[in-house]
């Protein structure tokens, strides 16, 4: 492997000198990090597994403990953030992080679960046109969601599912294999539904070509966003991406089981043929306490809600939410690349034949995300790093995935842990 930034040096100085000089440096600081036995932070790496805890989220929960100690019911108008419209704080610093218009763009349950709404209302099959285009490999929960969902209409799996697999010794996908086998599929093809990031490999899929090949196909396009909010930035308005969903517990440090997030498109905003499953949040605001027994949906994004939202979860991603907003999106890539691009040049560094990263090296085709093949390693060298401080993960069958996220990653953590990897790898 070769390095690509010849600025970069593997010395403690040169990490301490891109610490000083870096703007989000101060960021670190409002995190909570876990400690090792010695009491020192440890080199969190799993940001794009379970974000750390913003040292503000105890703050707005308690506001609303304390608004619901003092107001009970009464808490719906009365609170500091009255719950009934609560949903409604978070849309736009939720839109800007996704590049959407707040129109397009809802907080609410979870990722699996906004997946089968999204499906239910946008993969239709019809006649011929009933396939669906994912990765091989793709997250286990969509695989089952999208599976359930076919058998759900009465087809087969086998029939409907077309799964795209890397070149033979390639670890990931080429965009052109992706547009020629949407462009082959042209006849066929309901729904393309990829990640933004594949959570193995790390590699970003190019959404605007994948959404305008889909589309000239006459297919409907959704991307998985779990592995892609927080750490890219995104135009899914721009891009014409039909819908998508994610979660908020990764890169947007939300905490364990946050809630979810889903955008839908503007052009779907008011299509009353679109099928969909309906609850009472969805539907119109100024009606909804009329109790009437007919549905009519919010305009947008918000008229897939289902039910009234767990505000303690809502508070805790508010608190983040004000964080991203605050250093900005561009800001946190710009720094990640450069952050990621330092990790990159110090597993090279460490000159060992074991090693192979199969994350694109080119910076556009990956988020803050390593996957770090070792050859022959086994799970050994995980534990040995493991037990040195550092909090990575390992997917089988080889690879360790590591995630310097730019809000409290530093310099020098990478290079911390890349002195540890070599002197474990011995
Ligand atoms: C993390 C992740 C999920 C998790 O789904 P939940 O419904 O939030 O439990 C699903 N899909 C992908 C691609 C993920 O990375």
Redesign the pocket.
């Known amino acids: 492997m070769k390095a690509q930034h010849s600025g970069f040096e593997a010395t403690p100085d040169f990490a301490a000198r891109m610490d000083t000089a870096d703007p989000l440096a101060g960021y670190r600081d409002r995190f909570y990090f876990p400690k090792d036995e010695a009491g020192n932070d440890v080199i969190y790496f799993t940001g794009n597994s379970l974000g750390l805890q913003p040292k503000t989220v105890r703050a707005y929960i308690e506001q609303e403990l304390k608004d619901w100690e003092t107001f009970g019911v009464a808490g719906h108008a009365l609170a500091k953030n009255p719950w009934l419209p609560y949903h409604e704080f978070l849309t736009e610093k939720m839109a800007r992080v996704v590049g959407a218009k707040p129109i397009e763009t809802v907080v609410m349950n ?4 906004n997946l089968h709404i999204m499906l239910i209302s946008f993969y239709r099959p019809e006649g011929n046109r009933r396939k669906i285009l994912i990765e091989k490999g793709a ?1 286990p ?2 695989h089952y969601a999208i599976e359930s969902q076919i058998k759900f209409h009465g087809l087969e799996p086998a029939d409907c599912l077309i799964e795209l697999t890397p070149r033979d010794c390639e670890a990931t996908l080429r965009t052109e294999d992706i547009v020629k086998t949407i462009e082959g599929e042209r006849d066929s093809l309901a729904l393309v539904l990829l ?1 933004g990031v594949n ?1 193995y490999t790390g590699q970003v899929f190019e959404m605007r070509e994948i959404t305008d090949a889909g589309h000239r196909a006459g297919a409907t396009v959704g991307f ?1 966003l ?2 892609a909010v927080g750490n890219l930035e995104l135009h899914l308005h721009d891009w014409g991406v039909d819908f998508a969903v994610w ?1 908020s517990y ?1 890169y947007l440090n939300a905490g364990p089981g946050a809630v ?1 997030g889903a955008f839908v498109h503007e052009r779907h905003a008011d299509c009353p043929d679109i099928p969909r499953l309906a609850g009472w949040w969805g539907h119109e605001k100024a009606t909804r306490f009329l109790m009437g027994p007919e549905f009519h949906p919010i305009s947008g994004a918000e008229g897939w809600q289902l039910s009234n939202p767990p505000i303690l979860q809502m508070a805790a991603l508010w608190a983040s939410l004000e964080i991203f907003d605050e250093a900005g999106m561009s800001a946190l890539r710009a720094k990640s690349e450069t952050l990621t691009g330092y990790l990159e040049f110090l597993l090279g560094e460490i000159q060992d034949e074991r090693i192979t990263v199969i994350t694109p090296s080119d910076p556009a085709q990956r988020g803050c995300q390593l996957s770090i093949r070792v050859k022959n390693a086994g799970r050994e060298l995980f534990n040995a790093i493991t037990a040195r401080g550092v909090v990575a993960d390992w997917r089988e069958p080889d690879v360790i995935r590591v995630a310097p996220v730019p809000l409290y990653n530093s310099f020098r953590d990478v290079l911390s842990f890349a002195e540890i990897l070599k002197s474990e790898l011995g």
Do not use: I, Q, R, W
Not at 110 to 113: E, F, H, N, R
């Open positions: 979870a990722l699996t679960v997250f929960s969509d990640g959570y998985d779990a592995h979660c990764k979810g």
